[in-house]
């Protein structure tokens, strides 16, 4: 996968579109343990450190995973750019980040009939993988190219009617030099200070929504279900057992 493409200089007015825009980036960083984190925690801070960017460290926001469904959909409402940054875990995101878009991304707000709240804006993944790039590769062990494991994300953004920019990925974080690391620490802190004067967004066409039919609605029975086994977790400030998973250092 190609690195993303330089920034260039900013004129003064595209400095000040810029400066506004920051205001409208919203980060999801996921990570079960950042004590264990040699990557993802500097991207964390790497975000926290861009003036008006909204971040959100969801570990230590929902350490019970009872989640403000009200306050996320808030907040993304406010933002033009949403970033997921987290580790593959078993070729997908960890399990908090999966639970968020389960219970935020709801029917008749997020997608289907109604569901208009996200529309037009963009959604950008930036992930790392424990295993090189070379292990995603046909004669590796992981046996696919790593873009055949991102159609979830695009269709995620398709059904919101989001567009799906080109992630940015460091392969081998248990093991990257650290000159490669610090350079995608600073990568990634560049293009999220940049953001929209990235010059790939000008080619890269907006995606138009999925429409779902009604009679693909989620059934009452499933919203009541959804219900009580949020209302059955531990009340906040409570533990929650959580499985230990293989990011690691990532």
């Not at 090189?132 to 992981?142: D, K, T």
């Amino acid at each position: 996968m190609p690195p993303p493409a330089p920034t260039p200089d900013l004129t003064p007015d595209k400095a000040r579109a810029v400066a506004g825009a920051a205001q409208r980036v919203y980060v999801l960083a996921a990570h079960p343990d950042w004590r264990d984190s040699r990557v993802n925690s500097r991207l964390l801070a790497a975000a926290q450190a861009v003036p008006g960017m909204d971040v959100n460290d969801l570990y230590g926001s929902y350490p019970d995973y009872a989640i403000d469904v009200p306050a996320e959909q808030a907040r993304l409402a406010a933002a033009q750019l949403v970033v997921l940054v987290h580790p593959v875990q078993w070729y997908s995101m960890p399990a908090l980040l999966k639970l968020w878009l389960d219970e935020v991304l709801t029917w008749g707000w997020a997608y289907g009939a109604g569901g208009t709240a996200l529309r037009g804006k963009d959604l950008w993944l930036v992930a790392t993988t424990g295993g090189p790039e070379s292990s995603y590769h046909p004669q590796g062990y992981n046996r696919y190219f790593f873009d055949a494991f991102l159609p979830p994300y695009e269709q995620t953004a398709a059904l919101c009617g989001m567009r799906f920019l080109p992630p940015l990925v460091l392969h081998g974080a248990h093991t990257a030099p650290q000159a490669e690391v610090d350079a995608h620490i600073a990568t990634f802190g560049q293009r999220l200070a940049s953001y929209p004067a990235w010059p790939e967004l000008d080619e890269l066409a907006e995606c138009p929504a999925c429409e779902v039919p009604a009679s693909d609605r989620p059934s009452e029975e499933v919203a009541s279900v959804a219900g009580l086994s949020q209302d059955a977790r531990a009340p906040s400030g409570g533990s929650a057992v959580h499985a230990v998973t293989s990011a690691g250092a990532q």
